[in-house]
């Protein structure tokens, strides 16, 4: 008898471990087993899984002394192993029924021992989770519930002798078939994690890949040909029967399945793409009729659809497709979130971009308007003064005067050469002199090797501006701005330097950072930060101004470039290629 019996259960083991494996490839059931936290969906697939594992326990089973040896209890314990507390209850009440039918003398303690200690199970899993649950963990389990189910047979059922009997005969060979089925299944489960935590770290090999290549893509914004080429990184790297990128309206590209009715420059026409933009959140779609495509035809069965935000603004979609009986995993969706979530970033990076193009336009417009009207006020007067004893100098500083206005008013460069600046410099410094005579005097020493250096406009001119009025001026003697210019290595210093009433001290630390401080007497302070930003934007964060000033001796500001001669083609619009490096 025993070692029938014994044959019998090791031959419903094999059964239930077939069944297992088998239940674990169906793609509900993985996709529950890969929740952190199962949805209520979820839950219902885990009960009736493990519910029916339990309930075909009773039908693979020997009758002994009007009961039953069978493997009903498995389904219970692995369905609060690996789904929970509800699930283990629920999968305990479905294996539990046919058992009360079944009837016997065992019945009562059989049926309310699966429904115990498929909950108990799940106080397990509580305890530990899904993934933490190992060999041993079911090994304890199983025999603790064994434990349970023969203290209720002998405490419930009656006569006391006969369960006595039916346990002397039964306990070992049961507990030990029955704990290598939970312990056969439960292994079977982790090797299914086990794929998917190997799928998954494929997938995040394939999220490094795409960012790399899909760097700078969107740089200029979403086009036909940034989505194209994104379009195809994707298609070539993910796992997918059809990628696509819209923007608010229309298809940009799309690739794969499905191509004859998504076309690239109509509008969109799937319901989850929709979906997508109204509600601004990855819609996951695993049937034909969520996708909601209205061509009746198409392959396409289910989709991730992930929306491009920019600054809490719909800007488009990136979606990728499966056919036939493709299934979205979470993973999976979290990988094309997370390539969605980088194109946002740099959507939005195109975006600053614009918009630091624009705001550098305008500052510099600005600046090129700002004509102090005392200067001019005063430059006239001088004139005036002039025009009939001195008419050639009269002529010279009108000449000087027309340039300066000229040159603020022309459109088109933000770079010119040292050269150019530096005769800029000098119709200003002209156009002072006639007003302040031998009190402002200029020196220039400058390499002759970088008279082509690429320089922002006014950049000098506003730096000698602020000798001559916050320096000289105020000194009864005045003096003189010294302007040198020189290569060292791969870079160009050059030096404006006075010996003027120098710089407060308070002023000075304020200055040092070089920040737009409106407070400042002039303006000095927006005049260089604006010099500052404009050096800085055009060559990088490591060139601009440094100061060094002393009170009542002087100021000293240091300019430093790269080593770059102005192109044949500098424009405002073409200054970033020829210049940033």
């Given at each position: 008898?025993?070692?029938?019996?014994?044959?019998?259960?090791?031959?419903?083991i094999?059964v239930?471990?077939v069944?297992?494996y088998?239940?674990?490839?169906?793609p509900?059931?993985r996709?529950?087993?890969n929740?952190?936290?199962?949805?209520?969906?979820?839950?219902?697939?885990l009960v009736?899984?493990f519910g029916?594992?339990?309930?075909i326990?009773?039908?693979l089973?020997?009758?002994i002394?009007?009961?039953?040896?069978?493997?009903?209890?498995?389904g219970?314990v692995?369905g609060?192993?690996?789904?929970g507390p509800?699930?283990?209850?629920?999968?305990?009440?479905?294996g539990?029924?046919?058992?009360?039918f079944?009837?016997?003398?065992?019945?009562g303690?059989?049926?309310?021992?699966?429904?115990?200690?498929?909950?108990?199970?799940?106080l397990?899993?509580?305890?530990?989770?899904?993934?933490?649950?190992?060999?041993?963990?079911?090994l304890?389990?199983?025999?603790?519930?064994?434990?349970?189910?023969k203290?209720?047979i002998?405490?419930?059922?009656?006569?006391?002798?006969?369960?006595?009997?039916?346990?002397?005969?039964?306990?070992v060979?049961t507990?030990?078939?029955?704990?290598?089925?939970?312990?056969?299944?439960?292994?079977?489960?982790?090797?299914?994690?086990?794929e998917?935590?190997?799928?998954?770290?494929?997938?995040?090999q394939?999220?490094?890949?795409v960012?790399?290549?899909?760097?700078?893509?969107?740089?200029?914004?979403?086009?036909?040909?940034?989505?194209?080429?994104?379009?195809?990184?994707v298609?070539?790297?993910?796992?997918a029967?059809?990628?696509?990128?819209?923007?608010?309206?229309?298809?940009?590209?799309f690739?794969?399945?499905?191509?004859d009715?998504?076309?690239?420059?109509q509008?969109?026409?799937?319901?989850?793409?929709k979906?997508?933009?109204?509600?601004?959140?990855?819609?996951?779609?695993?049937?034909?009729?969520?996708?909601g495509?209205?061509?009746?035809?198409?392959?396409?069965?289910?989709?991730?659809?992930?929306?491009?935000i920019?600054?809490?603004?719909?800007?488009?979609?990136?979606k990728?497709y499966?056919?036939?009986?493709?299934?979205?995993l979470?993973y999976?969706?979290?990988?094309?979130?997370g390539?969605?979530?980088?194109?946002?970033?740099?959507?939005?990076?195109a975006?600053?971009?614009?918009?630091?193009?624009?705001?550098a336009?305008?500052?510099?417009?600005?600046l090129?308007?700002?004509?102090?009207?005392?200067f001019?006020?005063?430059?006239?007067?001088?004139i005036?003064?002039?025009?009939?004893?001195?008419?050639?100098?009269?002529r010279?500083?009108?000449?000087?005067?027309?340039?300066?206005i000229r040159?603020?008013?022309?459109?088109?460069?933000e770079i010119?050469?040292l050269q150019?600046?530096?005769?800029f410099?000098d119709?200003?410094v002209r156009?002072?002199?006639?007003?302040?005579?031998?009190?402002?005097?200029?020196?220039?020493e400058?390499?002759?090797?970088?008279?082509?250096?690429?320089?922002?406009?006014?950049?000098l001119q506003?730096?000698?501006?602020?000798?001559v009025?916050h320096?000289?001026?105020?000194?009864k003697d005045?003096?003189?701005i010294?302007?040198?210019?020189?290569?060292?290595q791969?870079d160009?210093y050059?030096?404006v330097?006075?010996?003027?009433?120098?710089?407060?001290?308070?002023?000075?630390d304020?200055l040092l950072?070089?920040?737009?401080?409106?407070?400042?007497?002039?303006?000095?302070?927006?005049?260089?930060?604006?010099?500052?930003?404009?050096?800085?934007?055009?060559f990088?964060?490591e060139?601009?101004?440094?100061?060094?000033?002393?009170?009542?001796?002087?100021?000293?500001?240091?300019?430093?470039?790269?080593l770059?001669e102005?192109?044949?083609?500098?424009?405002?619009?073409?200054?970033k290629?020829n210049?940033?490096?």
């Open positions: 008898m025993g070692i029938d019996l014994l044959g019998v259960v090791i031959k419903n094999a239930l471990g069944a297992a088998l239940i674990t490839q169906l509900p059931f996709r529950a087993l929740q952190i936290q199962y949805s209520l969906r979820d839950k219902v697939i009736f899984v029916f594992l339990s309930a326990g009773n039908y089973s020997m009758p002394m009007d009961a039953l040896a069978n493997t009903r209890i498995v219970a692995l609060g192993l690996l789904g509800l699930v283990g209850l629920g999968a305990g009440i479905i539990a029924i046919p058992r009360y079944m009837g016997g003398f065992t019945m303690a059989a049926v309310a021992t699966n429904i115990l200690v498929g909950y108990l199970s799940g397990i899993y509580t305890r530990y989770g899904a993934r933490k649950i190992g060999i041993k963990t079911a304890a389990a199983t025999l603790g519930a064994e434990a349970i189910l203290f209720m002998l405490a419930f059922s009656t006569p006391f002798a006969a369960a006595w009997e039916l346990e002397r005969i039964i306990a060979p507990t030990i078939a029955n704990s290598l089925g939970v312990m056969f299944v439960v292994y079977i489960v982790r090797d299914v994690y086990h998917q935590d190997k799928a998954q770290a494929m997938l995040a394939k999220a490094m890949r960012i790399q290549k899909a760097n700078g893509v969107l740089w200029q914004g979403l086009t036909v040909e940034s989505a194209h080429r994104m379009a195809e990184i298609y070539s790297e993910i796992d029967d059809a990628v696509a990128v819209t923007d608010t309206n229309s298809v940009l590209a690739l794969g399945q499905g191509d009715h998504h076309i690239v420059g509008p969109f026409i799937t319901l989850a793409t979906r997508a933009m109204q509600s601004r959140q990855t819609i996951i779609a695993d049937d034909k009729r969520s996708i495509c209205p061509h009746k035809d198409c392959p396409l069965a289910a989709v991730i659809d992930a929306p491009l920019v600054n809490n603004r719909f800007q488009g979609t990136i990728v499966k056919t036939g009986t493709g299934i979205i979470p999976e969706a979290e990988l094309v979130q390539i969605a979530d980088f194109l946002s970033l740099q959507l939005l990076h975006e600053l971009e614009v918009q630091a193009i624009l705001l336009q305008a500052e510099y417009n600005s090129r308007a700002q004509i102090h009207p005392h001019i006020f005063n430059t006239l007067g001088t005036s003064a002039t025009i009939r004893s001195e008419p050639g100098k009269a010279s500083l009108i000449k000087d005067l027309s340039d300066i040159r603020h008013i022309r459109p088109g460069k010119t050469t150019e600046e530096l005769e410099v119709s200003y156009l002072e002199q006639a007003r302040f005579g031998n009190r402002i005097q200029i020196v220039k400058i390499s002759a090797e970088i008279y082509a250096q690429a320089i922002p406009v006014f950049s506003i730096l000698v501006e602020n000798a009025k320096g000289l001026s105020p000194k005045g003096g003189i010294a302007i040198r210019g020189h290569r060292r791969g160009v050059i030096t330097e006075d010996n003027g009433v120098g710089i407060a001290q308070d002023r000075f304020r950072d070089i920040q737009p401080i409106p407070q400042f007497d002039g303006g000095i302070g927006i005049g260089l930060n604006n010099v500052q930003a404009r050096i800085q934007r055009l990088g964060k060139f601009g101004i440094t100061i060094e000033s002393n009170e009542n001796k002087g100021t000293k500001m240091l300019i430093r470039l790269p770059q102005v192109a044949a083609n500098d424009t405002v619009e073409g200054r290629s210049y940033c490096r």
